[in-house]
């Protein structure tokens, strides 16, 4: 069982230089824009979250209440979940030090975190898995499973949720989204190699699938499952060959203007992106 990785649950804020770790949300970022990611992490140039992004993580602290009450045999209905958001909001305002334009604005969204959380409750699957850890922090060795090098630097990551299933582990992540779309799963797959390599690593057992779970945020909010199938070599390969790549770009210093689409959303899409001239 998953006895190692049930021991660890509850999040690990780490911070650190650029050699202490490989994260998911660091790969991702450099994939995305070298630059951006300079900023954020060699030049240490943060902003506070989006609401869109707060929004999100309001959303994933209520599920992760309710799955911590359900592992412990603790069944919350929605009532409990609603004081429990409203009870922990200003607080995480103010360490996000997140600023609203308005007060209606605010309202709205803690009124739209409600709404999403009411309707994934309301959709859960009534045979889902006893969860066997929620929001856990891990870490594990990189090392080239094909090769046998010791890249000398750990992966680490918070994987949301973990049920046990007959046909054994579903690691699971949540995501808000504002539009309806199935997601290709290869924008999901670095991800989902990442996690299933660090579930694999605390607990000596493979996964017996993954799943992406969305939230929409449409009027209408609507509640998408996404499964995956356990990884294999290639999704190994692949992932270790992107891995491989970022640490010579971190040992290179080159950290190249990559525009794209994501432009339209990047935290330094005006100052200081603008200002570089490489």
């Not at 202490?20 to 030049?43: D, G, I, N």
């Not at 294999?232 to 390969?237: I, K, Q, S």
Request: glycine fraction near 6%.
């Amino acid at each position: 069982m998953t006895t190692e990785l049930l021991s660890r649950n509850g999040v690990l804020r780490r911070q650190g230089g650029l050699r202490e770790y490989v994260s998911y949300s660091r790969l991702a970022l450099w994939l995305s824009c070298p630059l951006a990611f300079k900023f954020r992490y060699v030049e240490g140039i943060s902003s506070p979250p989006s609401p869109a992004a707060f929004l999100g993580k309001r959303v994933h602290a209520s599920l992760e209440t309710f799955y911590r009450h359900r592992q412990l045999g603790v069944a919350l209905d929605f009532p409990d979940v609603v004081r429990r958001l409203y009870d922990s909001w200003d607080a995480a305002v103010a360490d996000e030090g997140i600023r609203f334009a308005s007060v209606e604005e605010e309202k709205n969204l803690q009124q739209q975190a409600l709404t999403l959380v009411r309707a994934y409750l309301q959709m859960l699957p009534r045979n889902e898995g006893q969860p066997l850890a929620v929001e856990v922090s891990v870490e594990a060795d990189l090392v080239d499973p094909f090769t046998g090098e010791d890249f000398g630097i750990p992966l680490v990551g918070v994987i949301d949720l973990v049920l046990a299933e007959n046909a054994g582990p579903r690691v699971v992540d949540f995501k808000t989204a504002a539009r309806n779309q199935t997601p290709l799963e290869i924008s999901h797959e670095l991800q989902l190699t990442a996690y299933a390599y660090l579930f694999r690593h605390n607990t000596s057992q493979e996964e017996a699938a993954l799943e992406i779970r969305q939230l929409i945020k449409t009027k209408l909010p609507q509640i998408q499952f996404h499964p995956y199938p356990a990884r294999t070599d290639y999704h190994f390969r692949r992932f270790f060959a992107v891995v491989r790549t970022y640490l010579d770009a971190l040992d290179s210093g080159n950290f190249v203007f990559r525009p794209g689409w994501t432009c339209g959303t990047c935290d330094f899409r005006n100052h200081p992106c603008r200002d570089w001239c490489g």
